[in-house]
């Protein structure tokens, strides 16, 4: 009985400090010091319609956009996840071989695999530059704009994450496609 | 391959660096009255929380009865508010009840310092279920672990084991919770969410809708990955771009997988005045550890072969169930940390790895040991440790002994128990699900493959780990009361009989140790000790990995 007393009382006790006081501490220091992204990076147009999340990927099919990493959730982001297929399994190369037709790729011109394996969680919202550098062609056309300046907002986007344990620099697909409508957002 | 290298060393290195200073703190908020260490003052307020029975000295048995009782409350807990999620505040998204089943599987999960998720936290869970309900259980459970290894090294001591109620406090205030806020801070200027909004619903584009769940992240992932947790705020875990929104939030999530456990040995090695001793152990572990991340790098390094026959450029490793943010070689690293500890968490999606690569994860789970869960993995060490000097000692005909406690028939027949019990609950019930449509109806991939899904959850399961090969449909009524069960007895069998151990071992009296004792601080103790964790761990699973990864890379890789 004593035991069972002594547990209560320190269940109390830990859920009040750290359930409470540590989650309250927690949230006031994102709200102060990273108030953007504690709230998941939300993009909002300046008419106050929600895009979606820089964090997140989102669907683009249109020939005019980048493109993101196929999502074995369909970039669902209320209930994401991957394949968990193995390597060794066709459902994957079924897949792959969907993708390299979407993206019209030949044996001259490869597709980056990225392009051809989707992610953990089905929602990564980067590609390579290298990928991105892929779609230039398909982009420039659809929007009857000059490649060369599809590939500098490539470069001016494209970034490395982790420094020198990255040398493959990333670009995040969401933000490009925002540069190239030229959207107005918060 | 060079980048692979220097990302593995600066991470190891880093923790290894950082895991020195830490285990010294612990051992002082641990056993602050410990052989010349000042009590530090809390001992009294955690005894006023804790009521009249904190205050006595407790034997074994009463240590026991006390972890025991402390759980069970914890379970009803965590089990009422679970049930009771609809009618509790924080609940933007309206979720609804969890079923009977699956609110098992989860209580035990997250009692058992577990963290197997059947579910997906964006999906079922209300705010207040994930923070007061789990998130407090991944502090709590964790703080059993610090408390057992504290007990376990002052009765190693010569000393009396302490009182349950006030380590548990000990380790929940002074060590847990300082260093999830210093996480938790440092993952919000990474770049994750901590919000109590509910989810946005955004229009893309081009026209589509998305709906995109959000919460408490930081607090919740901070202590996750810090208590050798790992059930993640969403269904896919760390993979999950709000969950691990960068590399340096992977960074810094991948050292709080291991710095904990790394620290533990070196409280261990304080507590008992043998840091030498606690040295050789870390190598030890170090070196099976090391084993495995560099077989794990190395077989994730080859491309995925489903993509061979079409015209895809691959240059760089097996990228399905990765996120691009972490770099290469980030997944297989944390695959093998997360399974040589008990965490759990995932940056890669394990059935997706390269067959042998998913084999790295199971031995972890297998051995369990290094540097395995906080306080528990140590623990799980104690009893190799056991067996290792009492096969030492048979072998040269001598009275085996371990810091002077002689080592006898009873205390190896505990530890024994406790770790074969480990491969009987694996491959009994890999055995069971793979004869019956209750784990062959559940699975995601077919073949070998198929196997490995069975066997990689059993061994999670039993390893109080909580990762999976997470194709398999797992939220069925079967896989939630097994390994539920298998949770909590994998849980308790490996508390308990250590403790009884130590109760027998200090029923006698302690030899001085002279120039014929078998040293546990030199090459020789390391080299059994390795020996006895690799034919009594690894190879009682070898027929069991030949049927699952093995047979998948050598009948089915070209």
Redesign the interface.
């Known amino acids: 009985m004593?035991?069972?007393?002594?547990?209560?009382?320190?269940?109390v006790?830990?859920?009040a400090?750290?359930?409470g006081a540590?989650?309250a501490?927690?949230?006031a220091?994102?709200?102060a010091?990273?108030p953007d992204?504690?709230?998941?990076?939300?993009i909002t147009r300046a008419d106050g319609?929600?895009?979606?999340?820089r964090?997140?990927?989102?669907?683009?099919?249109?020939p005019r956009?980048f493109w993101p990493?196929p999502s074995a959730v369909d970039?669902?982001?209320?209930?994401?996840?991957?394949?968990?297929?193995?390597?060794?399994?066709?459902d994957?190369?079924d897949r792959?071989?969907q993708a390299?037709a979407a993206y019209g790729?030949?044996?001259e011109?490869?597709?980056?695999?990225?392009l051809?394996?989707?992610?953990?969680?089905?929602?990564?919202?980067?590609?390579?530059e290298r990928a991105a550098l892929y779609q230039v062609a398909r982009i420039a056309q659809a929007r009857n704009i000059p490649a060369g300046q599809v590939e500098k907002l490539i470069s001016d986007k494209a970034f490395a994450?982790?420094g020198?344990?990255?040398?493959?620099r990333?670009v995040n697909v969401l933000d490009m496609?925002?540069a190239l409508?030229n959207?107005q957002i918060r | 391959m060079t980048q692979a290298i220097l990302f593995v060393c600066f991470i190891l290195g880093g923790t290894a660096l950082l895991s020195w200073p830490l285990g010294r703190y612990m051992a002082w908020a641990m056993d602050p009255a410990g052989g010349q260490g000042k009590p530090n003052g809390f001992t009294a307020l955690f005894q006023a929380i804790g009521g009249s029975v904190t205050r006595q000295e407790q034997g074994w048995k009463r240590y026991v009865v006390s972890l025991l009782g402390f759980n069970l409350v914890l379970f009803v807990t965590c089990f009422a508010i679970l049930a009771l999620q609809q009618y509790l505040p924080l609940n933007p998204d309206a979720k609804t009840a969890i079923e009977g089943s699956l609110n098992f599987n989860t209580t035990a999960s997250f009692v058992a310092n577990t963290n197997l998720q059947h579910y997906s936290g964006e999906v079922v869970m209300s705010y207040f279920s994930q923070l007061a309900a789990l998130m407090w259980l991944q502090f709590v459970s964790a703080a059993v672990g610090l408390a057992v290894l504290a007990a376990l090294s002052r009765g190693l001591a010569g000393r009396a084991l302490g009182n349950f109620f006030v380590d548990v406090q000990r380790a929940t205030f002074l060590v847990l919770l300082p260093a999830a806020f210093i996480v938790a801070v440092l993952l919000l200027l990474t770049g994750l969410p901590m919000t109590f909004h509910g989810s946005v619903v955004a229009t893309t584009l081009e026209g589509i809708q998305q709906t995109i769940a959000r919460g408490p992240v930081a607090a919740f992932v901070s202590i996750k990955q810090l208590g050798t947790n790992g059930g993640g705020f969403f269904g896919p875990n760390s993979t999950h771009p709000l969950e691990n929104p960068s590399f340096w939030s992977n960074v810094v999530q991948t050292i709080s997988i291991i710095i904990i456990p790394m620290a533990c040995v070196w409280m261990f090695g304080r507590i008992i005045g043998r840091m030498k001793h606690a040295a050789v152990l870390f190598t030890v572990m170090l070196i099976l550890m090391g084993t495995r991340i560099a077989g794990a790098v190395g077989f994730e390094s080859v491309p995925t072969q489903a993509f061979n026959d079409l015209p895809i450029t691959q240059d760089v490793g097996n990228l399905e169930g990765k996120e691009l943010r972490f770099g290469a070689s980030a997944g297989p690293l944390w695959a093998v940390l997360t399974t040589s500890t008990s965490n759990g968490s995932v940056n890669a999606m394990h059935d997706s790895l390269n067959p042998l690569t998913g084999m790295m994860p199971m031995i972890g789970m297998w051995l369990n040991e290094d540097f395995g869960g906080v306080g528990v993995g140590m623990v799980n060490m104690f009893l190799y440790i056991i067996v290792g000097v009492f096969i030492a000692g048979m072998m040269i005909g001598r009275t085996p002994e371990y810091l002077g406690w002689r080592v006898e028939a009873k205390e190896v027949k505990f530890a024994m128990m406790g770790l074969l019990s480990h491969g009987f609950f694996i491959l009994v019930g890999t055995a069971i699900f793979a004869a019956t449509p209750w784990g062959a109806a559940t699975l995601n991939n077919i073949g070998p493959h198929g196997f490995s899904e069975i066997l990689y959850e059993f061994s999670s399961a039993a390893a109080n780990n909580g990762s999976g090969f997470e194709g398999l449909g797992d939220n069925t009524v079967a896989w939630n009361i097994a390994t539920g069960l298998v949770m909590l007895f994998a849980r308790f069998i490996p508390i308990i009989l250590p403790l009884a151990i130590i109760g027998s071992l200090s029923a006698k009296r302690r030899a001085t140790e002279s120039s014929g004792t078998l040293s546990v601080e030199d090459g020789t103790f390391a080299g059994m000790l390795t020996a006895t964790v690799i034919i009594v761990g690894a190879l009682t699973f070898f027929p069991a990995a030949t049927l699952g990864p093995i047979a998948e890379h050598v009948t089915l890789m070209k």
Not at chain 1, 49 to 53: D, E, N, P, Q, R
Not at chain 1, 109 to 114: M, S, V
């Open positions: 004593e035991t069972l007393i002594s547990s209560l009382r320190i269940t006790a830990t859920m400090i750290c359930v540590y989650s501490a927690v949230w220091v994102g709200r010091v990273t992204t504690a709230e998941a990076s939300i319609t929600v895009i979606g999340s964090q997140l990927a989102q669907a683009f099919t249109q956009y990493r970039y669902n982001g209320a209930g994401a996840g991957g394949s968990n297929k193995s390597p060794t399994s066709t994957l190369t792959a071989a390299v790729a030949t044996v011109n490869p597709l980056p695999a990225e051809a394996a989707a992610s953990g969680a089905g929602l990564d919202p980067h590609i390579t994450p982790g020198v344990f990255t040398p493959e990333i496609n925002l409508d959207v």
